[in-house]
Nanobody, 129 residues
């Protein structure tokens, strides 16, 4: 059972940057697509960004496009993903969850939470105004 662990959350001010990291607990036989979802208080979990298993394609929600950048490192068969968050706004305040799933390259399934089989526990990001 692969476990994902997020780190890098915290309390920042509007306009600041943060970098989230997500690491798998063990080596995996396959490289998985990796994604970041987020859930704000009183709201449903929403898609933020995803990167294909090869790293060749990335996907972003309209709310983070142009401000956030997802990347990955597949070294040592450990799926590791990063989310560079710039120009943060109070609306970005949420618990950010890392997820991994076996999703084909260039598939729109990267946007769908039910395509991800492994989830982290989440890391809190709070942006003050």
């Amino acid at each position: 059972q692969v476990q994902l662990g997020e780190s890098g959350g915290g309390l920042v001010r509007t306009g600041d940057s943060l970098r989230l990291s997500c690491a798998a607990s063990q080596r995996t036989d396959n490289d998985y697509a990796m994604a970041w979802f987020r859930q704000a208080p009183g709201k449903e979990r929403e898609f933020g960004a995803a990167i294909s298993w090869t790293g060749a394609s990335t996907y972003y929600s309209d709310s983070v496009k142009g401000r956030f950048a997802i990347s990955r490192d597949n070294a040592n068969a450990k799926n590791t993903a990063y989310l560079q968050m710039n120009t943060l706004k109070p609306d970005d305040t949420a618990v950010y969850y890392c997820a991994a799933g076996a999703i084909p390259q260039y598939s729109r399934d990267h946007y769908a939470p039910n395509q991800y089989i492994y989830w982290g526990q989440g890391t809190q990001v709070t942006v003050s105004s």
